[in-house]
Nanobody, 129 residues
Framework: QVQLVEAGGGLVQAGGSLRLSCAAS????????MAWFRQPPGKEREFVAY????????GYGDSVKSRFTISRANAKNTMYLQMNSLKPEDTAVYFC??????????????????????WGQGIQVAVSS
């Protein structure tokens, strides 16, 4: 069982930056693929980014490429999402997610919320114009 706790959300002006973190319980953090999803107001949850266990392989949703950076610190059991050049349309509840890695998941699979067994409670990010 993995427990995930997000932190770092809040209100920021358009063009600003925020860094989210996701702290995970457990002793085998590097065996998990970690990801961020978000749910804008009144919309479906959507993929933001994933990072594989070693931290060397990542993937991003089209709407955040070149603006967001996902990373992880396995020694701290923590994943991060650095969000730069924020836009009002980035306003959403952001969720941290985890899955035990088989090592063979495709990028497409890892961009689907159905791939993840563990979820945080979510944290609000609001971007004002």
């Amino acid at each position: 069982q993995v427990q995930l706790v997000e932190a770092g959300g809040g209100l920021v002006q358009a063009g600003g930056s925020l860094r989210l973190s996701c702290a995970a319980s457990g002793r085998t953090f590097n065996n998990y693929v970690m990801a961020w999803f978000r749910q804008p107001p009144g919309k479906e949850r959507e993929f933001v980014a994933y990072v594989r266990g070693s931290g060397s392989a990542v993937g991003y949703g089209d709407s955040v490429k070149s603006r967001f950076t996902i990373s992880r610190a396995n020694a701290k059991n923590t994943m991060y999402l650095q969000m730069n050049s924020l836009k009002p349309e980035d306003t959403a509840v952001y969720f941290c997610a985890a899955r035990l890695s088989s090592g063979f998941e495709s990028a497409a699979r890892l961009s689907s919320e159905s791939a993840y067994a563990y979820w945080g409670q979510g944290i609000q990010v609001a971007v004002s114009s």
